[in-house]
């Protein structure tokens, strides 16, 4: 809870828990919405981050993430960053149908992991692989090939 977790819901949860969770979600973001005007601008310019992981492979992470990734683009374009932090087996950028330019290697070493603006420039558009999301979701994929991982 610390780490900011709201939340928990059950792997076992039915159709009218998974409602009342939701609902929850749903007031308690429209609560922080209204006291968002009360940031100050450094509070405001903050992003967020979601998490989608598992111990398990198969289960529809990328998947998820990659939804939920252009569904933030579509609220707001050119506000979403999705990084493929599984360096074993990562494939975001596979599932998008893109063979990026850099990788994660390249965020975190070098000029990138100092200086925000550099970092933007390894970043790569989605404009190619995604039609609904053209040009508004920057992706950060895991390595480059299996030899590096």
Known sequence: MRAGVRDVMSPEADIPDIRVV???AASAALA???NADGQSDQQAAQGKIIVVASPKGGTGKTTIATNIAVGLASAAPHSAVLVDLDVQFGDVASALQLVPEH???D???????QDSIVLKTVLSPTRRACTRCADRIRLLRATRSPATR
Do not use: M
């Not at 965020?107 to 992991?113: H, I, Q």
């Open 22 to 24: 939701l609902d929850r």
């Open 32 to 34: 922080r919405r209204k």
């Open 103 to 105: 990788d994660l290697t």
């Open 107 to 113: 965020a975190v070493t070098g000029p990138a992991s």
